[in-house]
């Protein structure tokens, strides 16, 4: 049988999505038996890892099996070895691979070559198990994702363009607030678009427009990881975007505040905000854990729960 990837929240269906939120839900209520007793899972990092790393070998273990994590000096995909000789060797011995990669292609490469389901755990393109996580918290306090509206402040990157996926599948707008120039592509909100769920994406230049009258404001690093150098060419064009207490005033006094993390406090984010009553972000970080299982179960033992 082929294989189920994750290498896209696209590949998903709105169904298949709210089962995975369900499942996770669950698990984190009353959690999950040894049902992957025996299973083992590759976790390829290109790139370090605290939240995405630690959960995943987690997961992995409450769900009986386990992961075996290959950094860059036991593998260096494309350099070492060819990613397709990579992805066959562990086909043959493990159940399941999460890449965490620089280049997204190295992802597909990995899905088209292993064998065995691949989960995206990061690429340059899209962070699929971030959005999940996301939806998951807010599923948590709002009950319904469908017609929820949140703000997302900054670059359009692999973070936002997850989000915004799964945004449309889960029927929610979200309104991505963007220096000029760094804003999602076109090509990218058409894309979202064609999905199915009913989500719509709306771009904006002024962040104070953006947030009212949202339930989340959402923010991520100014330069995304392996982009660090171009942070200070960036610091005048993105400082109307950070998400502080001034920005706030401008949202619903009950809105949530989110960030995917690590969080450079005061630069993207403000001290205030991070540590205030209607931060969620470590929410985020611990529901990291629970989708994780939730996608593991689904993919590698045949259940979403």
């Not at 962070?127 to 599923?139: F, G, K, V």
């Not at 000029?180 to 678009?193: K, N, P, Q, T, V």
Request: net charge negative.
């Amino acid at each position: 049988m082929t294989p189920r990837h994750l290498s896209s929240i696209l590949d998903l269906s709105p169904g298949e999505l709210g089962d995975l939120l369900d499942a996770a839900l669950a698990i984190k209520r009353d959690g999950c038996g040894p049902v992957l007793a025996g299973q083992s899972l590759a976790l390829v990092f290109e790139k370090p890892s605290l939240r995405t790393r630690v959960s995943f070998e987690v997961a992995m273990q409450r769900l009986g099996g386990r992961a075996i994590y290959l950094g860059p000096q036991e593998i260096g995909p494309g350099e070492r070895e060819p990613v397709r000789d990579i992805a066959r060797v562990l086909g043959r011995m493990v159940h399941g691979i999460a890449a965490r990669t620089y280049a997204h292609e190295t992802v597909v490469e990995f899905a088209e070559w292993a064998g065995v389901p691949v989960i995206n755990a990061l690429s340059d393109r899209e962070h699929p198990c971030q959005a999940l996580a996301d939806l998951l918290t807010l599923r948590e306090r709002f009950s319904t994702l469908r017609g929820l509206r949140i703000a997302y402040l900054g670059e359009g990157n692999n973070v936002a363009r997850a989000l915004a996926f799964a945004s449309v599948l889960a029927g929610m707008e979200l309104r991505c607030a963007s220096p000029e120039g760094y804003a999602l592509s076109d090509a990218d909100i058409e894309r979202a678009h064609a999905a199915p769920g009913g989500g719509r994406i709306e771009r904006f230049t002024d962040p104070v427009e953006a947030v009212a009258d949202v339930a989340a404001v959402y923010t991520d690093v100014w330069a995304s990881m392996g982009d660090e150098d171009k942070l200070v060419s960036r610091l005048d064009a993105f400082a109307a975007f950070r998400l502080d207490e001034a920005l706030l005033e401008s949202a619903p006094p009950d809105a949530l505040v989110m960030h995917d993390m690590p969080a450079h406090r005061d630069e993207e984010i403000s001290e205030g905000a991070m540590e205030s009553p209607r931060s969620v972000i470590f929410d985020q970080a611990e529901n990291r854990l629970h989708m994780q299982q939730a996608v593991l179960a689904w993919l590698l033992g045949g259940s979403a729960g």
